[in-house]
């Protein structure tokens, strides 16, 4: 970990639950919403693998009655 992180969970581990909550919500309003998360990058590469395997199915294939 760098430094600064090490400095921050340092900080963090000192702080009272509530005031972690705050924090929190603080730092989440510098993520910006339109960035994958490490789960959405890899749920994207599960689908790119299903779809090169031949393993979806195709939006005018089903029967949507």
């Known amino acids: 970990m760098s430094p600064i992180k090490n400095q921050l969970v ?7 639950e509530d005031e972690q909550r705050l924090l929190l919500e603080i730092a989440k309003r510098f ?11 890899a749920a994207i590469q599960v ?7 031949g393993e ?10």
């Open 47 to 53: 689908a790119r693998e299903e779809y090169i395997n």
């Open 56 to 65: 979806t199915v195709s939006h005018s294939a089903i029967d949507w009655n």
């Open 31 to 41: 993520i910006s919403d339109d960035v994958a998360t490490a789960d959405d990058l």
């Open 10 to 16: 340092d900080v963090i581990d000192i702080l009272p």
